[in-house]
């Protein structure tokens, strides 16, 4: 698997959130509206993957089913973070 495009949109602040991201995955796949947010603690950022509201649930649209891929995804969005927000 590789990912062959990351595009960051910035957003006003809120509650942490700072940005949208998306990755294009071997061409093929197209993961859109992960949030970016600032650690609290200001050492970085970390993100988290879409989800919908269904009664008092929240559904998850989509996530990594393992450790690997989920490192590989977030370490190429904040890669990216980090140079949008130097």
Not at 44 to 57: E, L, S, V
């Amino acid at each position: 698997m590789k990912i062959t495009e990351v595009q960051i949109i910035p957003i006003k602040a809120n509650n942490g959130l700072i940005a949208f991201g998306s990755v294009l995955l071997d061409n093929s796949l197209f993961l859109g509206s992960i949030g970016i947010h600032k650690k609290l603690d200001g050492s970085g950022y970390r993100i988290t993957y879409p989800t919908k509201k269904i009664g008092d649930k929240d559904i998850n649209i989509f996530h990594p089913i393992n450790k690997e891929t989920s490192k590989f995804i977030e370490d190429e969005i904040i890669k990216k973070v980090s140079k949008l927000f130097a």
